[in-house]
Each structure stands twice: as structure tokens, then as C-alpha cells.
């Protein structure tokens, strides 16, 4: 059984900065892309950032492209998500997901897991 938990949301000024973190449990951690999506109050929950198996590989939405920052830890099995430069308009649950498929995909029916979320909220 997977379990992802996300930490580290919070209230921040615009402008500001986060770093969320996905704690996974599993063997098979290392094997898969994971990635985070996000959904605001009212929205569909939508794609953020996904990192490949071996960390080297990413890929963003434009909405975040320069800002946020993916990446993993294999030794602790943990996918952090570096935010700067934050905005009102990334307020929002944010989720971390594990691929089932392999690929760095943006779409939801890829991921099989899924956490909780962290609320994110950014003041202007």
C-alpha cells in the first residue's frame, strides 16, 4: 500500500515563498514520476509539476514555469516542491500524486495515489 502526506502549506505574503513536501511510503517510491497538482476553491484541480523516476527530468505548467521548483529525495522518499515568488493566484490545495504510468504527464487519470493536501493561501 502507497501513502503520500503532504506538508508544509500555510499562509504567505505575495511575493513570498513555501516549500511543500510529499512524505511517501512504499519500496517502489523510486520508481515512479510523481508529481503536484493543485485545486482552488470553485476550480478543477489541476496539474502543477512532475519529476521522472531518477529526478532528472521535469515538467511545469506555465502558470508556474521560473517560480516552482520540483524535485526528489530518494534516500528519505520524499518529493519537495520549491514555491517562490508567490502569488493570490496560487492559493489553492496543493496534492502530490504518484504516477501509474511512467510517464511526466499532466493529466489526472495518470496518477494512481494521491495525498491528502496541504493548503496553500497567499495573501496580497
Known amino acids: 500500500q502507497v501513502q503520500l502526506v503532504e506538508s508544509g502549506g500555510g499562509l504567505v505574503q505575495a511575493r513570498g515563498s513555501l516549500r511543500l513536501s510529499c512524505a511517501a511510503s512504499?519500496?517502489?517510491?523510486?520508481?515512479?514520476?510523481m508529481a503536484w497538482f493543485r485545486q482552488a476553491p470553485g476550480k478543477e484541480r489541476e496539474f502543477v509539476a512532475a519529476v521522472s523516476w531518477s529526478g532528472v527530468s521535469t515538467y511545469y505548467a506555465d502558470s508556474v514555469k521560473g517560480r516552482f521548483t520540483i524535485s526528489r529525495d530518494k534516500t528519505t522518499n520524499t518529493v519537495y516542491l520549491e514555491m517562490n515568488s508567490l502569488k493570490p493566484e496560487d492559493t489553492a490545495v496543493y496534492y502530490c500524486?504518484?504516477?501509474?504510468?511512467?510517464?511526466?504527464?499532466?493529466?489526472?487519470?495518470?496518477?494512481?495515489?494521491w495525498g491528502q493536501g496541504t493548503q496553500v493561501t497567499v495573501s496580497s
Open positions: 512504499g519500496r517502489t517510491f523510486s520508481s515512479y514520476v
Open positions: 500524486a504518484r504516477s501509474g504510468t511512467g510517464g511526466l504527464s499532466r493529466l489526472e487519470g495518470g496518477y494512481d495515489y
